[in-house]
């Protein structure tokens, strides 16, 4: 099998006279791979950015400070999507005051969750809107299906006015697979969000094959395992093939699994670190890699 190098995909891309360069990426720096939301076709950048634990640093000035850093770092390298939740404690006024810090992106795509009883679904969207600043959220999902039925009716009633773009689902480490493919088959929604990495495949066998179906974007989290996965590899010895596919950390290495994947629109690692989201992104760049050589990673992985 062929291995295409990052140096051979910037030279093939530079004959064709493809742009490397998306508004708001670093100059002379590869754009990250762009994936459509295929219930609209609207291209995102792959990598997005998480902010479960590393955002909720509450009214520390130093630490809001750190995550204004690694916002701009986020959005120089050419990425849109930032996701929260109202779970995630401070995480939406910390984004708020980075976005307002940075004069407002208008790159950013912002992805919030609703997470509370039913009735109060309106209200906790507002409340997350003024945290962030923004004049409406570009998606809103229900955040692990919690008063799914009535969150969803109020979702598509808010899109149907215009007051949010795009209507979602999540979940995470496996949790009620089942359901989620109901609800899949069941309601028009534009995106979903689980778990999904190179240990964590569940989704393979029917989601991820099922958003193809239905024409759902994925959104996908704990790709690192919300660092357990990076921190139980970083004694390991990279394979000597990782080079050849563009992947120059277990970081990146993780990240082109799951990007690769077809069915895969975004993944939303999280970090408190300017050096790693910039690494995140760039994992996005080069070469996609086919069904045989993920399956490579996945048996080396698997066998340390």
Not at 84 to 95: H, N
Not at 101 to 130: C, H, M, N, Y
Not at 261 to 285: C, G, Q
Request: contains cysteine; negative net charge; hydrophobic residues 45%.
């Amino acid at each position: 099998m062929m291995i295409i190098t990052r140096r051979t995909f910037v030279k093939t891309a530079a004959a064709s006279g493809a742009a490397f360069v998306l508004p708001g990426t670093a100059p002379g720096a590869p754009a990250p791979l762009m994936r459509a939301v295929p219930s609209s076709g609207e291209m995102l950048p792959a990598v997005g950015l998480g902010t479960w634990i590393t955002f909720n640093v509450g009214d520390d000035p130093v630490l809001r400070d750190e995550c204004a850093e690694v916002i701009a770092a986020f959005f120089e390298a050419g990425g849109r999507m930032i996701d929260s939740s109202p779970m995630y404690g401070s995480s939406q006024p910390v984004i708020g005051y980075g976005l307002e810090k940075l004069g407002r992106p208008k790159a950013l795509f912002s992805a919030e969750k609703v997470w509370t009883s039913a009735a109060d679904g309106a209200a906790q969207i507002e409340q997350s809107r003024r945290f962030w600043g923004v004049p409406r959220f570009d998606l809103v999902q229900v955040h692990n299906l919690v008063g799914w039925e009535t969150h969803l009716e109020t979702l598509f009633a808010m899109k149907a006015d215009g007051r949010i773009r795009y209507v979602g689902i999540t979940t995470s480490e496996g949790r009620r697979h089942d359901l989620f493919e109901q609800i899949m088959r069941a309601h028009p929604i534009d995106f979903m969000q689980l778990t999904y990495n190179v240990v964590d495949r569940e989704a393979e066998e029917r989601l991820l094959p099922l958003a193809a179906e239905r024409g759902v974007a994925v959104i996908v989290n704990r790709p690192f395992q919300q660092g357990a996965l990076t921190r139980q590899l970083e004694g390991e010895t990279l394979p000597d093939w990782a080079a050849e596919i563009g992947a120059g950390s277990w970081a990146q290495f993780i990240l082109k699994f799951i990007l690769s994947h077809p069915s895969v629109t975004v993944a939303i690692p999280a970090t408190t670190r300017v050096d790693h989201v910039r690494e995140n992104v760039m994992a996005a760049t080069g070469p996609l890699l086919d069904a045989a050589m993920r399956e490579r990673m996945a048996a080396y992985v698997r066998d340390l």
